[in-house]
Structures are given as structure tokens and as C-alpha cells.
């Protein structure tokens, strides 16, 4: 029996128990979502939309390319695809974030978890994940679903924040991310939670699985050609394809 894979152990600072996860994160990013584009711009220094567009054309987007941009949030990664194809669907579990998102540009959104696609097999060329690998409960269980939904030859592409190797780089991006970012954050909003939201995720980076356990889960779901490409040093292109 193939055991699951969760992206972290639980953060009890957070939840209570490891099944108060998924309410924990749900409630947060429905709270948080009307600031949410501006703190991810703050926390990019503005450059972010110009990454997510090289990272879709490293991964093969073209004008015919069918996607689906899950966990999308209020679209930043759905937006930078939009500028090549039309052909885009986003998915997240958060009416919060979906309607923030709406606000800001129209494409088709889906409100379900990545775990469960509401999509027939073999559906799309291209599946994405923006920054929120480290939000699913099981990453064996999640990955098996984006193969079934994804054409032979079809690609996955995962962004994520992978702390630098070096003591003192991961001490850098802790006092960067963990406290710097919640600090203007709080500033910029006026608002407990969307700090809180920017602690969350530095936690839930500091304690994510290594690159090479993603790698191996990609491999044991079905996946060929994984591969993890980095920019800066931090930001963790994974690919794999069908």
C-alpha cells in the first residue's frame, strides 16, 4: 500500500491537529484574499510576473497549449499564461481567492482541491502549481491525479521557494521571508492575518520536503523526465511529463 507523502509535517503553532489543516489553510486564504496580489508584488519586489512568464515559456507554452493552473489563487500564474493562450482553467479550493481574482482578469475558474480534479483523463497539455506545493496533503496522491488529467507528452510545471543549502543562506531567507515580508505586510494592511498568512508560508518553506523528495513523488506517480531547474538560487522550477 503506498503511503502518503504530506509536503510538511503539521505546524501545531497553526492547527491543532494534523485534520485541521486543510480548514486552517482554507479559512486563511478566504481572509486574506483581497490583499493578496499586492503582498505577493511586495514580496517579488514586482519582478514576480515577469518570472512566471519565462518559466511557462521554459516549460513549452504556446498559443495551442491547453492548461490548467491549479491551486491558482487570484490567477498571477493563470495571468502570465494568459498572454500567450486563451486556453486557461483555473482551480482552487478558496472562494476567497477566486474572487479576488475575478476582480482582476477573466478567465474560466473552478472551485475544488487539487487532490480531486473535477476533469476527465488526459484534459490538458500543460498542468501548473504556483507556489503552493507546500499547501496539499498528500503530494503522491496529488501528483497521480495531474498525470490522469494530463495529454501523453503533456508537462507539469511546479514554482516553489526552496531555502539555499548554506546555513547562512537559509538564515537570510528566514529573517527575509519570516520576518521582514509579515512585518510590511502587517504595515501595508493593517490586517492580523495576512501577516500571519506571510509567517505561515516561510514555515511551511523552512519544513517542506527536500527537492529530491518531490523529484522521487513526480517519479512514483507516472511521471517521466522529472527534473528540478533553479533560478537565483531559491526559486525551484520542477517539470516532469506524461
Request: glycine residues 8%; aromatic residues 10%; hydrophobic residues 40%.
Amino acid at each position: 500500500m503506498t503511503t502518503t507523502l504530506p509536503p510538511h509535517p503539521p505546524l501545531e503553532q497553526y492547527y491543532s491537529h494534523p485534520e485541521s489543516r486543510e480548514q486552517f489553510v482554507r479559512q486563511i486564504f478566504d481572509e486574506t484574499a483581497e490583499w493578496y496580489d499586492a503582498i505577493i508584488g511586495m514580496l517579488s519586489f514586482g519582478s514576480g510576473n515577469r518570472y512566471r512568464y519565462q518559466a511557462l515559456e521554459r516549460a513549452g507554452l504556446n498559443a495551442g497549449t491547453k492548461l490548467l493552473d491549479c491551486a491558482t489563487g487570484t490567477g498571477v500564474v493563470a495571468r502570465a499564461a494568459l498572454r500567450v493562450t486563451k486556453q486557461v482553467i483555473g482551480l482552487d479550493p478558496s472562494i476567497g481567492m477566486l474572487t479576488a481574482g475575478r476582480r482582476v482578469s477573466s478567465f474560466t475558474r473552478v472551485q475544488a482541491k487539487a487532490e480531486r480534479l473535477p476533469f476527465a483523463d488526459e484534459s490538458f497539455d500543460l498542468l501548473t502549481v504556483g507556489y503552493a506545493l507546500r499547501h496539499f496533503a498528500d503530494l503522491r496522491a496529488t501528483f497521480e491525479e495531474y498525470r490522469r488529467v494530463l495529454r501523453p507528452g503533456g508537462k507539469v510545471l511546479i514554482l516553489e521557494i526552496t531555502p539555499p543549502r548554506t546555513s547562512f543562506g537559509r538564515a537570510l531567507l528566514r529573517f527575509y521571508l519570516g520576518n521582514v515580508i509579515p512585518f510590511l505586510t502587517r504595515l501595508r494592511t493593517r490586517n492580523a492575518d495576512a501577516a500571519k498568512l506571510m509567517r505561515y508560508f516561510w514555515d511551511t518553506i523552512d519544513a517542506c520536503v527536500p527537492p529530491e523528495s518531490i523529484l522521487s513523488a513526480l517519479r512514483d506517480a507516472g511521471f517521466e523526465s522529472a527534473k528540478r531547474h533553479v533560478e537565483l538560487g531559491v526559486f525551484s522550477e520542477y517539470t516532469a511529463t506524461r
